[in-house]
């Protein structure tokens, strides 16, 4: 036999307990066939010493947004903008550098350090007559101009009253959050699928930068993440031509389930056409969890909480408790695995109750469904979280970044439960990392040095007890993400037969001191045996 590649010199940590570490890895046809011994005087086509670099199975971030993250690249961004004359001046620069007859789109808006939400006849001073979309940082809000409010009929504003943000005089102010900025966004979408593939390219190439070779997309065509209703024909034309270097699971939104009018011994009374469901496709494309939005965000004050936020409001629920578990038993039955953002304890009361009502209608076993974010869950509800199998998919540099705020506005006792760690091993519920990417830093290395030390970018400790440790850390950005995404059979550990994922590190992270593991440089990354990214 014949190997395709042999890396060698290498300090390889498999996460694999059988075989923890090796030296030696040899690839055929873009799987792993053997470590060390096993493919000890093979003959290779490509050898590459890796000069004792250290070597991981491939991140897996388990929840992310590709074309989101794509385009927030290229608009203007206003993250840094701290006051509303600097957001204003960076609106008139985007106005000036957009051309006539254009949408202007920016991202990063945050009302926080500013006191209050920009409003229209704020952007009109900057931007009159031009159709302004300015997404908040959290994704879970937009602000738009008086051209754009003009697209909208008072119906539509009429119906959608809970997401529209009113003035003064009881008018809308251009503030939309939720799923009322679908008033919006059906505007301005759809993207063409020649965009989507650009956009692809652009941030599935920055997630190979930093180690990633898997992604979960949570949630394409429809809803909050939605770009066009052809959107995965963009991913499939992606991958064709090789413009797609990490292997993509792509989310479908809950709201594209309708009537099926199948059999009613089949089960499944409401579907996507076709009777699509979490499984279709290969290795580099495949469908994934059902998705669907619970709440809101904590920066958009709109995850729904059981106690008020610290300057006030409990935030809002999307769906009923009756709609919710309709939705959630037809979806459970039909054979999807479940994604479920619940960001706030109130959405994760409610999600445990669907789930568990689905699950005492049509028991399955192994179904895997995910709590996404679980960004602030209650001592009461980790026990139901376990015995319901549910995966917590977590996002830990929400903390480093927004850790400062959160805390404020949660206050001690509450700041100890958000985006927690510790706690969900300890009652042997699944931990699987990921980014929400472009929300916050998609690094795993960021994130897992937050995982260990919990400490936000203002050196505040968040919820120390809830640190964990290193090995634990690196198993959420691998083995637990790949499970979480029902791929542990291919990806997630540098085990002989599966897929040879994985990333080059330039120093070893058991080595170098928390606080620097952020700083660990990514010196290649390997999707296949193929590098796409670095190099030796």
């Known amino acids: 036999m014949q190997l395709d590649l042999l890396i060698t010199g290498c300090r390889a940590l498999t996460m694999d307990p059988a075989r923890p570490t090796a030296s030696s890895i040899g690839v055929w046809q873009g799987r792993i066939v053997g470590l060390d011994d096993d493919v000890a005087g093979l003959p290779a086509a490509r050898v590459v010493d890796a000069g004792g670099a250290v070597v991981l199975p491939g991140f897996v971030d388990a929840h992310t947004h590709l074309v989101w993250t794509g385009a927030a690249s290229r608009q203007v961004d206003l993250s840094e903008c701290g006051t509303r004359n600097a957001v204003l001046s960076a609106v008139a620069e985007a106005v000036a550098a957009t051309p006539d007859g254009r949408w202007v789109d920016l991202s990063g808006y945050d009302q926080r350090p500013l006191g209050a939400h920009l409003t229209w006849r704020d952007l009109e001073s900057v931007a009159a007559g031009r159709k302004v979309y300015i997404t908040h940082a959290s994704g879970h809000a937009c602000l738009v101009s008086r051209a754009v409010l003009d697209l909208i009929p008072d119906d539509e504003l009429t119906a959608a009253d809970a997401g529209v943000v009113k003035d003064d005089d009881g008018r809308p102010s251009g503030v939309f959050v939720e799923e009322a900025m679908g008033l919006a966004r059906s505007r301005r979408m759809p993207y063409r699928v020649e965009e989507i593939i650009d956009l692809l390219e652009v941030s599935s190439r920055q997630a190979a930068r930093e180690g990633v070779t898997m992604c979960a997309d949570a949630g394409i065509v429809a809803g909050l993440g939605g770009f066009s209703p052809v959107e995965l024909a963009a991913y499939q034309s992606a991958v064709e031509q090789r413009r797609l270097p990490v292997r993509v699971q792509a989310m479908i939104p809950a709201v594209m389930l309708r009537p099926s009018g199948a059999d009613p011994a089949d089960g499944m009374p409401r579907s996507i056409d076709l ?65 479920i953002h619940a960001i706030g304890d109130r959405a994760v009361d409610q999600a445990l109750d669907a789930v568990a009502a689905a699950q005492s209608e049509a028991p399955r076993r192994g179904v895997r469904h995910r709590i996404e974010h679980a960004g602030l869950v209650r001592p009461d ?68 040095q937050f995982m260990v030390e919990r400490k936000s970018k203002g050196g505040l400790p968040v919820g120390p007890d809830e640190a964990v440790t290193l090995e634990q850390a690196l198993a959420a950005y691998t083995t637990e993400s790949a499970y979480a ?35 660990v440089p990514v010196a290649a990354t390997m999707v296949g045996g193929e590098f796409v990214h670095g190099g030796l």
């Not at 830990?396 to 949660?410: E, K, N, Q, V």
């Not at 700041?415 to 042997?428: E, K, N, P, Q, T």
């Not at 997630?492 to 070893?508: E, N, Q, T, Y």
């Open 275 to 339: 009777g699509l469901r979490t499984g279709l496709g290969g290795d580099r494309l495949s469908v994934g969890a059902l998705k669907m939005w619970l709440d809101g965000g904590m920066m958009a004050r709109t995850a729904a909480l059981t106690e008020p936020y610290g300057d006030g409001g409990l935030g809002q629920l999307t769906y009923g408790d009756e709609e919710l578990t309709a939705l959630v038993t037809d979806a459970h039955r039909a054979g999807w695995q479940l994604a």
């Open 381 to 448: 509800q980790l026990p139901r979280m376990a015995e319901l199998g549910l995966t917590a998919v977590i996002q830990p540099t929400f903390l480093h970044a927004f850790g400062d705020d959160y805390s404020r506005i949660m206050g001690e006792q509450r700041s100890g439960w958000m985006y927690r760690g510790r706690a969900f091993l300890d009652h042997g519920i699944p931990l699987a990392g990921s980014s929400d990417r472009p929300v916050a830093d998609g690094a795993p290395l960021r994130a897992i």
């Open 485 to 519: 995404c029902g791929a542990e059979d291919r990806v997630g550990s540098l085990s002989p037969g599966k897929l040879a994922d994985l990333v080059m590190l330039g120093d070893d992270p058991r080595q170098v001191p928390v606080s620097s593991l952020a700083d």
